[in-house]
């Protein structure tokens, strides 16, 4: 799995992840990620190319917008990130801005 980030001009981070995202991911995604967002006002973060997502995976988002204070926005969610959110009914708490 791997992180790229850009920042956005406005306090803000774009993130893409590229690979799977999770329990075998999550533990080394969690560190990254949180490296990253330190100090950010809010995060865009692109699931585009996330193959596999499981439920070690949805909590690591979950962690992330409760530390940005619900300021995470998905977009470009590939269609595994799509059935997981449906399925266990995180959509409101995951909301995706633009699928794949």
Known sequence: MKLTSQPDGN????IHIDGDLTIYEAA???ASLLALIDGVRSVELDLAD?????SA????LLATARTL???LTLVHASGAVVEAIGLLGLGPRL??????
């Not at 306090?11 to 774009?14: Q, T």
């Not at 996330?50 to 499981?54: A, K, M």
């Not at 909301?95 to 794949?100: F, K, L, N, Q």
Request: proline share 4%; hydrophobic share 40%; net charge negative.
């Open 11 to 14: 306090g803000g981070l774009s």
């Open 50 to 54: 996330v193959g596999d997502i499981d």
């Open 57 to 60: 995976g949805l909590q690591l």
């Open 28 to 30: 080394e995604a969690r």
């Open 69 to 71: 204070g619900g300021c």
């Open 95 to 100: 909301p995706i801005a633009r699928a794949a």
